[in-house]
């Protein structure tokens, strides 16, 4: 137990980690920012506070928690997949789990968290100039092109990060953020702390390899739960492309023509009938292997989210992901 005194008032902090069972939920409401600790092998599951008696609501009550695999009552054939998950956010359930809490490389699916932090700590209509370090030399990354001196909004910047995953641009947009990819980092693991993603750790904002660089299928299910609440993040990953005009150091336009790397949104890859795929983000590297995580609905509107992390390849990462939203009904 940890007690701060504020005010003189004295607050008790628990944090409780529960052994939970396939189909239990626990801990809810983001009201607390946790130390952030590299070392720690569990999630924090369940944060209770007591004030002059009182408890007041867990920390993940509303959120789908589980602490074991989860298949019961299910046909998803996940062999090829080291990490894999469905949630139920409406009723909070864990409809399918597989080494949600193993540590992974999550390449591009990072940019879901930096997308959340840009627009927690900057304003779409921004303007963003990038400076010699976008420059990328990682083989086979994926870039927009930018240069120095190039400016663009910072709405046009969270386009070409969401639908074509350009590395240099989340540069462009960490520096803008926060001077350095360094600083941006600390602002990345501190939202993901916030939002009980204590099982991860960033050190830079586009997902390229680095071995201090990971997260886990269930942290990553908190980070896109967070993510999908703002407007301008579903509004970006519901669409199959984008084209707009940015500008070069000298007042020359440059175009952005991209296409959504989700094969879902672009309908190359049918989805089963009571299912809408919203949105998602798609990551790939020799490291992580190939990464995919979707924002849906059924029939009925209710939402749900879906992730496979380190498929074998594209192909069977897109038939396993048909196969795991074919459980929602």
């Known amino acids: 137990m940890k007690c701060i005194n504020r005010a003189g008032k004295t ?29 720690r092998n569990n999630t924090s599951f369940s944060i209770a506070s007591h004030t002059r008696g009182k408890t007041m ?15 019961a009552g299910t046909d998803v054939d996940m062999s090829q997949a080291t990490a894999a998950g469905l949630f139920d956010i409406a009723k909070g359930k864990v409809i399918y789990a597989k080494n949600i809490h193993e540590r992974l490389n999550p390449a591009s699916l990072t940019k879901i968290l930096t997308a959340l932090c840009a627009l927690k700590y900057a304003n779409p209509e921004d303007v963003i100039t990038a400076t010699e370090n976008v420059y990328i030399s990682e083989s086979g990354a994926v870039k927009l092109g930018i240069t120095a001196g190039d400016t663009m909004t910072m709405d046009q910047a969270l386009h070409a990060l969401l639908l074509k995953s350009s590395n240099d641009v989340a540069i462009m947009i960490a520096e803008h953020v926060s001077g350095s990819v360094e600083e941006f980092s600390k602002l990345m693991n501190e939202t993901a702390n916030s939002l009980g993603a204590t099982n991860s750790h960033f050190v830079n904002p586009h997902g390229l390899t680095d071995p201090d660089h990971y997260t886990t299928a269930y942290d990553l299910y908190l980070i896109c739960n967070e993510a999908v609440r703002n407007n301008k993040i579903l509004e970006i990953i519901q669409k199959a492309s984008y084209t707009s005009v940015y500008h070069d150091a000298n007042g020359g336009d440059k175009s952005i023509d991209v296409a959504n790397s989700n094969a879902y949104i672009k309908g190359e890859i049918p989805t089963p009938d009571n299912v809408t795929v919203l949105g ?33 390849d594209r192909t069977t990462m897109y038939t396993e992901m048909t196969d795991l939203l074919g459980e929602i009904s």
Do not use: W
Not at 12 to 39: E, P, Q, W
Not at 291 to 303: H, V
């Open 11 to 39: 607050i008790s902090v628990i944090m409780i980690v529960f052994a939970l069972t396939a189909n239990l939920t626990g801990c809810g409401a983001k009201a607390y920012t946790f130390a952030y600790d590299r070392n």
């Open 57 to 71: 609501e867990p920390f993940a009550s509303s959120l789908c928690v589980t602490s074991v695999d989860v298949s």
């Open 280 to 312: 998602g983000k798609t990551g790939t590297t020799n490291a992580a292997g190939n990464c995919l995580i979707l924002f849906a609905n059924d029939r009925s509107g209710n939402p749900f989210i879906a992730i496979i992390m380190q498929s074998s």
